[in-house]
């Protein structure tokens, strides 16, 4: 199979599996979990499957300091930057409203790119934003009106940090297998997380047994497989075609939102989610890539 059709694969079962974790937290939360103990959780046990797998299959783990340094970056600093300006949005507007401001991070993304890994956006690419950006509109169906400025600063924040994330970890994947990247991500991130639970005293272990379960289904599919195969859709595809395509993330979440807790999509609704979708198609379709991506796609 053609490696970028891989690529495409690789980053959908990556935005469908981060896509359904808002439902596997609702579950988490009925049980008494708090938020920042499904997150340190999340990625505590992360780390110790993926540091398990590479113990068994990678013989070398050699790193070197300035990519151990971007590691930390990511992982300890811009993944709880991102999170705690979106969970802070919150407070200020809806939910909806948020995670509409929020997928405003492919844009973020093209300029870095352009910028940082001179990955010229094409006119296909630019297009592909503006229908991804206008149907999320239409499917969060949200309103402007007495718009919250701290909140969607907060939350264009957030999209801003993970830009910064995703343009990060698309110039690491060149230099260190995306299993490797995605261990230390973890790991650095509930260092982290550890840190803020700690100093914030929200981090709780007496919530009920049951909730153990959707936070394993956090761990495994909305952590493990979901970071690991955007890491390895990110490296064949690059930084801005990644962006694009994980926008189906909030569709996954609204659809299993429908079928679990009986929500109703109404008509706009369904013809902006079938808008996200097309977006994405003409991001995929569209293969005219740098020479130096092409080098990479063959190797």
């Known amino acids: 199979m ?6 495409v694969v ?12 808002p439902i596997f937290a609702i579950y988490a939360y009925q049980g008494q979990a708090t938020v920042t103990t499904v997150l340190f ?24 300091r300035s990519c151990l340094w971007s590691l930390i970056l990511m992982g300890g600093v811009l993944y709880t930057l991102q999170s705690n300006l979106y969970f802070f ?32 956006p094409t006119q296909n690419t630019l297009t592909a934003i503006l229908m991804a950006l206008t149907g999320l509109t239409m499917v969060l169906g949200t309103s402007l009106a007495g718009l919250n400025v701290l909140g969607a600063l907060l939350a264009l924040g957030a999209a801003a940090v ?25 790991l650095f991130a509930s260092f982290s997380l550890l840190l803020v639970g700690l100093m914030s005293r ?9 909730a153990w379960w959707p ?3 956090i761990v495994v599919f909305s952590t493990v497989i979901a970071i690991f195969t955007f890491f ?20 996954v979440t609204i659809v299993f939102s429908t079928v679990l807790f009986h929500d109703r999509l109404t008509a706009l609704q369904w013809a902006g989610g079938l808008l996200v979708l097309t977006g994405a198609f003409l991001a995929v379709t569209n293969q005219k890539q740098p020479a130096h991506e092409l080098g990479r796609l063959r190797g």
């Open 2 to 7: 053609n490696p970028y059709y891989i690529g």
């Open 10 to 21: 690789l980053v959908l079962i990556s935005a469908a599996s981060f896509g359904v974790m």
């Open 41 to 64: 959780l999340r990625f505590a046990l992360a780390t110790i499957m993926f540091f398990s797998y590479i113990a068994v299959k990678v013989k070398n783990l050699a790193i070197t």
């Open 89 to 120: 949005a919150v407070k200020h507007i809806p939910a909806s409203l948020v995670a509409l401001l929020f997928y405003a991070y492919p844009v973020f993304v093209a300029v870095l790119a352009s910028v940082v890994d001179k990955e010229r």
């Open 162 to 186: 993970y830009s910064i994330y995703i343009v990060l970890g698309n110039r690491l994947v060149k230099d260190i297998p995306p299993v490797i990247t995605s261990a230390f991500v973890s």
């Open 202 to 210: 929200q981090l709780v272990f007496d919530f009920a047994g049951y």
């Open 215 to 217: 936070i394993l289904g």
């Open 232 to 251: 390895r859709g990110l490296e064949l595809l690059g930084s801005t075609r990644a962006a694009i395509l994980s926008m189906i993330e909030p569709l």
